[in-house]
């Protein structure tokens, strides 16, 4: 089965970009969303389609997704985006979903 | 605006069967294009895709529970099941049950319940 990696965390200053990486194999080929979950409560869709953002998401969230590495970059981090980040494609060979293992990002 | 929510034990023995119903409000479980999923979240850890149905009645599952895991809907009461068989504590886990829809050229999980906590022991 299709197997995504994450780093389990990432740590950043205030005010400064976060980027969160996600590799799969020719994870290119497949777009690829990103979830943000804080503490104790459900996942956010926060970009979907490697780079689009749902309705009130703010700029500050952006995505790419090249090769083997899909990436998450949020901008002038603040303390309120302290949360786990998670990657997600869809394994259309199966018809699977997959998510990453997550992402803590940590805002010092 | 529609909404999402679990119920069902907080607490099963281990070898019987976890059931939890995930409610859907503000829409209908008919309306097509929507896949409605459960995924978990053991103690700590990362997110576990269990499994859809599609209203019309298709389904997939998850390789690793497939043997265990039945997903059901009913239009009826706009609602639709997870039944996981022989739990064991590695079910312990926050249950959460999803809509999948085509926000872009690919489905994604753009509505979530606020999840349940299910506790496999004895």
């Known amino acids: 089965s299709y197997v995504l990696t994450q780093a389990p965390s990432v740590s950043v200053a205030p005010g400064q970009t976060a980027t969160i990486t996600c590799g799969g194999n020719n994870i290119g080929s497949k777009r690829v969303h990103w979830y943000q979950q804080k503490p104790g409560q459900a996942p956010v869709l926060v970009v979907y389609d490697d780079f689009d953002r749902p309705s009130g998401i703010p700029e500050r969230f952006s995505g790419s997704n090249s090769g083997d590495t899909a990436t998450l970059t949020i901008s002038s981090v603040d303390t309120g985006d302290e949360a786990d980040y998670y990657c997600?494609?869809?394994?259309?060979?199966?018809?699977?979903?997959?998510f990453g293992g997550g992402t803590k990002l940590t805002v010092l | 605006q529609v909404q999402l929510q679990e119920s069902g034990p907080g607490l099963v023995k281990p070898s019987q069967t976890l059931s939890l119903t995930c409610t859907v409000s503000?829409?209908?479980?008919?309306?097509?294009?929507?896949?409605w999923s459960w995924i978990r979240q053991p103690p700590g850890k990362g997110l576990e895709w269990i499994g859809y149905m599609y209203f019309s009645g298709s389904s997939n599952y998850s390789p690793s529970l497939r043997s265990r895991v039945i997903i059901s809907i009913d239009t009826s009461k706009n609602q639709f099941s997870l039944k996981l068989d022989s739990v064991t504590a590695a079910d312990t886990a926050v249950y959460y049950c999803a809509r999948e829809s085509a926000v872009g050229a690919v489905n994604a999980f753009d509505i979530w319940g606020q999840g349940t906590v299910v506790i496999v022991s004895s």
């Open positions: 997600q494609v869809w394994d259309s060979s199966r018809d699977h979903r997959v």
């Open positions: 503000g829409g209908s479980i008919s309306s097509g294009g929507y896949y």
